[in-house]
């Protein structure tokens, strides 16, 4: 009987401590809640960081994934010999994280930005990347052997929409020889 006298009891004293920090944790959850929500606006530019271009050293290289898509493609079912030139609206940038301090004096008011580094050693510093943001697709051209075939034509549309998220009116796809 003393074991289930001890649970009732460690019961009843947890109810009491939720009662008492209801609010605490409540608040708590919140926070959690709204740490896991994604930023609005897809990632463009936040108050706490600017946009800096790319440096040389990028991930992204439009070459490479012109050659790697024109692989995969010639290997479509009709398509034949294939070759693709994409274009970009915007190339590859970081965010960097920015101190942001603000002073008022009366009416006028007054902020500076700093960005954030970091001490890489040997008296070198670096900037604090918060965000890498990858290139904008503006339009696809492939150019390939069975361009003509219109079943064809729709494989291609249908897999470099998927591969660049561009729209079937931002691609076109062309007879060659």
């Known amino acids: 009987m003393k074991g289930t006298e001890g649970a ?3 019961g009843r004293k947890l109810a009491a401590a939720l009662e008492k920090y209801k609010f605490v944790l409540l608040v708590l959850l919140a926070g959690v809640l709204l740490l896991a929500l994604p930023l609005p606006g897809g990632g463009g530019t936040e108050a706490a960081g600017e946009e800096a271009p790319a440096l040389a050293g990028a991930d992204f290289d439009l070459e490479d994934l012109e050659r790697r898509m ?7 079912e009709g ?10 609206r915007s190339g590859t940038r970081q965010v960097l994280a920015q101190d942001i301090s603000s002073a008022r004096a009366g009416e006028e008011e007054t902020e500076e930005r700093t960005t954030v580094v970091v001490s890489a050693g040997s008296g070198r510093e670096e900037a604090v990347a918060l965000q890498q943001v990858y290139p904008q697709f503006q339009g ?3 150019v390939c052997t069975g361009g003509d075939d219109p079943a064809v034509q729709l494989k291609l549309v249908e897999a470099v929409s998927a591969l660049t998220g561009l729209g079937s009116d931002k691609i076109s ?3 060659g020889r």
Do not use: D
């Open 8 to 10: 009732v009891n460690a």
């Open 70 to 76: 024109e692989a995969a493609l010639s290997r479509v």
């Open 79 to 88: 398509a034949g010999e294939v070759s693709v030139v994409l274009t970009l």
């Open 140 to 142: 696809a051209l492939v």
């Open 173 to 175: 796809i062309c007879k």
